[in-house]
């Protein structure tokens, strides 16, 4: 029997990434603790952008909305060549609709950490400070890990130390993580840009021209600069260094006592060279310091019991602004998973796998079921992570390390070519779906994600693995005290208020909120869409709520089940939905207004469809209710299987050549070609054999 654990997860490193794994812990209820070797968090703004999917899921915590009131929209981006702007990305007239939160929003990361810091409270859990871990030592049934109280003062230097026993330890700490180092099998490949970069955070003057709602770029030469804003009054710059350029920063003896540090004055006359006239002076500089950018990704995001998230599995360009946002999404991805397989690993399988209950077989299995549902963190996020430093990376080699030979060809693709690129919606939308990170899927990356047979055809049908796309959804809530104030009053205002009911019934009595909002929290979610008109057919709906309960009954993980109906509000319906939104309203269903999610999901004209949404807020599984039996199929090895990697075809072992198929056959008809000419003259010709005659008639 293996010792007591003094904790389940204990977390290493507490910022943005650390603490949103913290957040998804405290929610599934699994026991954690959080240390950080800094004795407070660091002041400096660092991360500038939360993208949309990081707003979706933060707000599965219920309080993203006073986070959009700590920053400010971000509407798209501007591209300035030799001081005049080349061309611009606009992001706010795309008509985004599936998302609550259409556009990144631009916040400082002290916002960020103070935003979780309070939503950690609320689950009266804290980050201990300055605490270091060292002597990681995994073994198969948990890790021992040294935590050291450091000294919190400068002038102080007691520290005491002492040895506790998790079952996993969570890397979160950085490019330098202890965590991956104590691991054997994790190596972080990569390199280092060749360049150097300064950065600043300081004001700009309140007559500068410069907008204040996106991202600009200005290119002169080789010459790099980057503006974001940080808040009303204050911007970030970043601009590139190369040694032996002309954009040189670094201050003299007489420019500052610090000889070689980087300069304000300096670096704002570089300012104004690179910007257009009218941009301002910057002043009051916060912070400024000299960087170096790395593109590096881990080999594997876990080992054994010892994962890792954030920076400590992969660093890239700071372009687009994804870096701190891939870090919260692997923490989303990583801390359901955590809470299951510490439940498989404490409790087995449960009742609902009596014959594997209370048994040793039991336990190995649940164990490797554990240990098989961890390894799809690696399998989902992983290629998450490679794809990120691939887009990062070359967009930043196209923008900010083009060698000079190439410069006047990027400058005239960034004047001629972009805006012609970026005019159509279309393209700007594909563009948005991988900088919002509302595109990101783990399609067939795993044995846990999946769809029946039946949804609409060509690719749109939401599948397995992808986002749950949002859009409103109504529900019914009672308005007694509304009337119960009405009974008060004089008749006169009674009768306008009961002709102002009759005017907006249904308006009144419905509540707006979200698919994304419903499914929030710890448990995975049925989604059971009815067919049109069968909210009003009581055996339809019983059957619906006999498809939650065998879901419910085959699903190892706790389901819950919410109801959607269709609902019709033209006028020319309007007898028939304001039946059906009786019954809605008596049931407790959620309303669907004409239908709208239903297309986006995919599900065929006329039938109900279900999907199982995970506590991540991805598709487990969805199809037609038709169907329900290839759910449960799906169910009998969800989250409990030995190996949950894809089984693939021999296509899928082909896929990474596949661009080479038409070279291959080309290759194949050459020889065919070869072989035959070569039959043939060996059947007839000269006597040599050599060649080929036609046969006299």
Avoid at 469 to 496: F, I, M, T
Avoid at 599 to 622: C, M, S
């Amino acid at each position: 029997m293996a010792a007591p654990f003094d904790v389940d997860v204990l977390i290493v490193g507490a910022g943005p990434v650390g603490t949103a794994l913290a957040l998804e812990l405290a929610l599934h209820g699994v026991s954690f603790r959080i240390v950080d070797r800094l004795a407070e968090r660091n002041d400096k703004s660092r991360s500038l952008v939360v993208q949309p999917r990081t707003l979706e899921l933060l707000s599965r915590h219920g309080a993203a909305d006073a986070m959009m009131a700590r920053g400010r929209i971000l509407a798209g981006g501007s591209a300035y060549v030799d001081g005049r702007l080349a061309s611009r990305l606009d992001l706010d007239d795309l008509g985004t609709t599936d998302t609550e939160f259409p556009l990144p929003l631009n916040v400082s990361q002290v916002e960020t950490e103070r935003f979780l810091d309070e939503c950690l409270a609320r689950h009266g859990a804290r980050v201990e400070r300055p605490v270091a871990a060292s002597d990681i030592v995994q073994d198969a049934a948990g890790v021992t890990v040294t935590l050291t109280h450091l000294a919190a003062a400068a002038a102080a230097t007691t520290t005491t130390a002492s040895t506790i026993r998790a079952r996993y330890v969570v890397g979160c700490d950085g490019a330098h993580s202890a965590v991956r180092h104590a691991s054997a099998a994790m190596r972080f490949p990569g390199a280092a840009y060749p360049q150097g970069f300064v950065l600043c955070d300081a004001r700009l003057s309140e007559g500068s021209n410069l907008p204040r709602d996106r991202l600009l770029l200005f290119l002169a030469g080789t010459d790099l600069l980057a503006v974001l804003p940080i808040d009303g009054e204050h911007v970030r710059v970043v601009a590139s260094e190369r040694a032996g350029s002309s954009s040189s920063f670094s201050s003299s003896s007489s420019d500052n006592d610090d000889a070689g540090a980087p300069s304000l004055g300096r670096l704002q006359a570089h300012f104004a060279r690179m910007t257009p006239p009218g941009s301002g002076h910057l002043r009051d500089a916060a912070w400024l310091a000299r960087f170096r950018l790395h593109r590096r990704i881990v080999t594997r995001y876990r080992d054994g019991r010892l994962l890792v998230a954030g920076d400590a599995a992969h660093i890239h360009s700071p372009a687009g602004g994804q870096g701190m946002n891939a870090g919260i999404q692997d923490a989303v991805n990583l801390g359901w998973k955590l809470a299951a397989a510490v439940a498989l690993e404490s409790s087995g399988f449960g009742p609902k796998r009596p014959g594997l209950f209370s048994s040793e077989a039991a336990a190995a299995a649940a164990a490797a079921a554990a240990s098989a549902l961890l390894d799809t963190y690696d399998l989902e996020r992983r290629p998450v992570g490679e794809d990120l430093i691939r887009g990062t990376d070359r967009l930043f080699a196209f923008l900010g390390a083009t060698p000079a030979w190439l410069v006047p060809l990027r400058d005239a693709a960034i004047r001629h070519v972009v805006p012609r690129a970026v005019r159509g919606a279309d393209r700007r939308r594909r563009f948005f779906s991988f900088l919002s990170n509302l595109g990101i899927s783990y399609r067939g990356r795993t044995r846990y994600v999946g769809e029946a047979p039946g949804l609409a055809a060509g690719g749109r049908a939401l599948q397995g693995g992808d986002r749950l796309v949002d859009g409103r959804v109504w529900a019914w809530e009672e308005e007694e005290e509304e009337v119960e104030e009405d009974r008060g009053r004089g008749q006169g205002a009674a009768q306008q208020q009961q002709q102002k009911q009759q005017q907006q019934q249904q308006q009144k009595q419905l509540r707006q909120t979200s698919l994304q909002r419903v499914c929030a929290g710890r448990k995975h979610h049925l989604l059971l869409f009815a067919a049109p008109g069968d909210e009003s057919d009581e055996d339809k709906r019983d059957a619906l709520r006999r498809a939650a309960e065998a879901v419910a009954d085959a699903c190892w993980a706790e389901v819950e089940a919410h109801y959607v109906a269709t609902i019709a509000v033209s006028a020319a319906s309007a007898a028939a939905a304001a039946a059906a939104a009786e019954v809605v309203r008596r049931a407790r269903w959620y309303a669907d207004l004409e239908g709208t999610l239903r297309g986006k999901l995919g599900f065929p004209p006329g039938e109900a469809g279900y999907v199982l949404v995970r506590p991540d807020g991805y598709v487990a599984h969805v199809g037609p209710l038709a169907r329900l039996d290839a759910l449960l199929g799906f169910l009998e090895g969800y989250l409990v299987l030995a190996d949950a990697r894809p089984v693939r075809s021999w296509w899928a072992w082909l896929a990474p050549v596949a661009p080479m198929a038409p070279v291959a056959w080309a290759a194949v008809a050459l020889v065919a070609v070869k072989m035959l000419a070569a039959r043939l003259g060996r059947g007839g010709g000269d006597e040599g054999g050599r060649g080929w005659t036609r046969p006299a008639s």
